[in-house]
């Protein structure tokens, strides 16, 4: 095999040499690239419902020396893949040009992306992260690109609950200032796919340098970082070859939420009340323009 070759590919000119079985595990692989990436032999085989024996079997049938291998060159794949335009464009070809198939494949592979956090997430990772930013004196967000805004979402509704939070989501230089306001005991949350960034690279280092825990959110990042992070938690974002969707980010990120006001239900419900306090004294404002945000004020 050639490092050249698409992961796509390798499965195509093996296929002929594979069992029934064989091929339809292979089949499976190609087509849930993220999902190979983040659970086990065993849980592949539950989902497609054969044997985790199988599964190693058919890796190694496709010319990999194992799970781990075929793994490592479908993270390579990824971090090389196509660019969002491409894969927006191979999305619009599926749908053929027809809204109807657009609706109810994304719905497709959002439904199916979300029935894989139960398998790939588990209740004692999810717990202790729950703990982690409860405990946590501030909890840092590091996303940029679409994940910046996420990244902004979960940090305002982790203050409405009483946790201090703030969003890092610079790019380039002006990230520094986000990183040099690490202090001792924050616990820093980064969101990161597709390759190692400079950004993450340096955010990384320093919180390393100052014993912070590191919660890693990624689809393809985890053999690269697992040894610099304190815990991983694999988050597929949708086909590998189709447009990126936020969809199980977002939902895990509530679901932290939850599990916050679940632990502190005392300092989450008192903290809510103090912000419709303060929203009920602002509405009390004699001269408070209560209009449309985005029109002209109505005030003389």
Known sequence: MTSAASFADV???RLVALSRTEKRVAQYFVGNQHQVLVQSAMELAGVIGTSDATVIRTTKALGFDGLDGMRRWIADELRRGPNPATRLSRTIEDTGGELGKAFEATLGIQTE???????????????AVVRLIAEAPQALVFGIGPSASIAEYFCIQLRRFGVPARPMNQTGLLLADQILALQPG?????MAYGRVYAEVEVLIRHANSLG???VLITDSLEETLRPRVSR???IA????DAFSLHTVTLAFLENLLVGVA??????TLASLEQLNALRAELARGDDLDVGHPNLPSQQT
């Open 11 to 13: 499965v195509a000119s």
């Open 113 to 127: 992306a979300l029935a894989g956090l139960r398998a790939t997430v588990k209740a004692e990772d999810y717990a």
């Open 186 to 190: 924050d616990l820093v949350m980064i």
């Open 237 to 240: 974002r949708g086909r590998i």
């Open 212 to 214: 912070l825990q590191i």
């Open 232 to 234: 991983v938690l694999n």
């Open 262 to 267: 679940t632990l502190k239900p005392q300092a």
